[in-house]
């Protein structure tokens, strides 16, 4: 089983030196540890991550890219592999359209559910980008990919909308929470946080 990482599990859950102990436990199973070029552009500061976490990401980011080439990972290309493009630009499409609907945004604005500093932020556009990216290969291999989140899976702004819940009833998709995923492939937590 290859099990695909959202961004919130590297920022959330691991630090450099723990990456690299955990891909040395893999290295003993029959899995695999993936990720998207998508969750791998998210790891950029700004992007995706606060400048809080900044100096963590491109630690993080320098692992990644060294693991990448030493063929410790799967790596999908979302952005360029045009199955998983397809796909990734239909969720987008479908799911996070109103993040471009001006009355929408507007009625956001008036009901509180997002601020202006909040819209503004270059960061908007990308909401849930790296959770998008893992379904658009999980749908595709839903036998062999395990998406692995500790986001819930909700859409931006229509928290009434689950994705995983969705392609989990059309596509067959498997979604684990970070401590579900180390159950299932008896790893070692080296987690930076012990609870979500």
């Not at 799911?95 to 507007?106: C, I, R, S």
């Not at 009833?169 to 401590?179: A, M, P, R």
Request: charged residues 30%; neutral net charge; hydrophobic residues 35%.
């Amino acid at each position: 089983m290859i099990y695909l990482k959202d961004t919130c599990v590297f920022i959330n859950r691991f630090n450099s030196l723990g990456i690299i102990q955990l891909l040395q436990n893999y290295k003993n199973s029959t899995n695999s540890f993936g990720v998207t070029d998508i969750v791998i552009n998210e790891l950029n500061p700004g992007r995706a991550v606060e400048a809080a976490d900044a100096e963590k990401s491109k630690s993080m980011l320098g692992v990644v890219n060294l693991l990448e080439k030493s063929r410790d990972l799967v790596k999908y290309d979302v952005e360029t592999e045009e199955k998983y493009q397809k796909n990734f630009q239909k969720i987008r499409k479908q799911f996070y359209g109103h993040l471009n609907d001006l009355n929408f945004v507007k009625k956001a604005l008036a009901k509180k559910e997002i601020t202006n500093e909040s819209f503004k932020n270059r960061t908007y556009k990308f909401k849930d980008y790296g959770e998008c990216s893992c379904i658009a290969v999980a749908m595709l291999e839903p036998e062999e990919v395990s998406i692995v989140s500790d986001d819930k899976g909700r859409v931006f702004l229509k928290p009434n909308i689950n994705l995983f819940d969705k392609y989990k009833e059309s596509h067959g998709i498997k979604v684990l929470e970070y401590e579900e995923w180390l159950s299932e492939c008896e790893l070692n937590d080296y987690s930076t946080s012990k609870s979500s």
